[in-house]
């Protein structure tokens, strides 16, 4: 499970997770046996979504009244922009609706439609309170994010062999009205191609 956001649809994610995700729940039903609390990082609450699908509500509100599991909440998108935009960090949402998508959104919408995804019959006003009581949210300071990536690019093989020529604000592959979402998850076979030539 991871913190950074993905924009697919949220339904084909929780099914796909479903058919793949069995060592994910049992490293979370080890994590409640061996620790007292257990903190999971999300910006879309799909976590949340998936364990009230699979733990079943009563198992969920005890985990969350009890503050066995918490929530580290990245709100927005990282990425990186083409046009000299560089890495940053953005909200994503409806330009028709002037709504946030639900990893952009306020913690009470991101919490409401994660739990609306959930096909039960759930109390959800109380897994709402509880979710929002048992969630932390957390910024990212991003010049200190490029200076500390930026440093980190410019000692790879790849920039050294360029001879230091890479501008890291405008990597090739980039075009100037493109965003490239940091999703932290490649897909089998795919690579990073920012410096394919």
């Known amino acids: 499970m991871s913190c950074l956001a993905d924009a697919g649809d949220p339904n084909e994610r929780y099914q796909q997770f479903l058919r ?20 999971i990082p999300t910006n879309d609450f799909m976590p949340l979504s998936l364990m009230a699908g699979v733990l079943g509500e009563r198992a969920l509100l005890r985990l969350l009244d009890e503050d066995t599991v918490r ?3 990245f709100r927005g998108s990282l990425g990186y922009l083409g046009n000299g ?4 960090v953005f909200q994503v ?7 946030p998508k639900y990893f952009s959104a306020p913690l009470d ?13 759930l109390d959800k ?61 490649l897909q089998e076979g795919q690579n990073d191609d920012i410096f394919r030539s």
């Open 125 to 185: 006003k109380k897994l709402a309170e509880l979710t929002t009581r048992a969630t932390a949210e957390f910024s990212i300071e991003v010049e200190e994010l490029r200076t500390m990536t930026y440093g980190q690019i410019k000692k790879s093989p790849e920039v050294i062999k360029a001879k230091g020529l890479v501008d890291v604000r405008r990597l090739k592959g980039i075009q100037p009205n493109q965003v490239r979402l940091l999703s932290g998850v």
């Open 20 to 39: 793949v995700g069995k060592p994910q729940f049992k490293c979370l039903i080890e994590s409640t046996l061996l620790f007292d609390q257990i903190v």
């Open 93 to 99: 949402g409806s330009a028709v609706q002037n709504v």
């Open 109 to 121: 919408e991101a919490t409401r439609a994660a739990i609306e995804a959930v096909n039960a019959n």
């Open 85 to 88: 935009g560089g890495i940053t």
């Open 71 to 73: 929530f580290a909440r």
